[in-house]
């Protein structure tokens, strides 16, 4: 079992940039992906990016170019720096650990909300 917890969310004004960060415990080494996904209001649930133990990386299309993930030495602790953030970037933002086998866990969420 992996336990997640994300941090630095918050409220920017349109164009601004922010942080997000997510430390995972427990079973780290069983983990095979780590990611982000947003959901906002009255929305589903969407991928954001991910990035695997061996750097690979993915981004939906709608954050190419302005959103980076990043890990540190390990897979344990993964970021998602976001510039250039739009009203539309609005969302409750999760982070994602994928295992080699079994289910994905998921941290709690963190709020970013970008004010027009």
């Known amino acids: 079992q992996v336990q997640l917890v994300e941090s630095g969310g918050g409220l920017v004004q349109a164009g601004g940039s922010l942080r997000l960060s997510c430390a995972a415990s427990?079973?780290?080494?069983?983990?095979?992906?780590m990611g982000w996904y947003r959901q906002a209001p009255g929305k589903q649930r969407e991928f954001v990016a991910t990035?695997?133990?061996?750097?690979?990386?993915k981004y939906a299309d709608s954050v190419k170019g302005r959103f980076t993930i990043s890990t540190e030495n390990t897979i344990n602790t993964v970021y998602l720096q976001m510039n250039s953030l739009q009203p539309e970037d609005t969302a409750v933002y999760y982070c994602?650990?994928?295992?080699?086998?079994?289910?994905?866990?998921w941290g709690t969420g963190t709020l970013v909300t970008v004010s027009s």
């Open positions: 427990g079973s780290i080494f069983s983990i095979k992906f």
């Open positions: 994602n650990a994928r295992p080699w086998a079994g289910v994905d866990s």
């Open positions: 990035i695997g133990t061996s750097g690979n990386t």
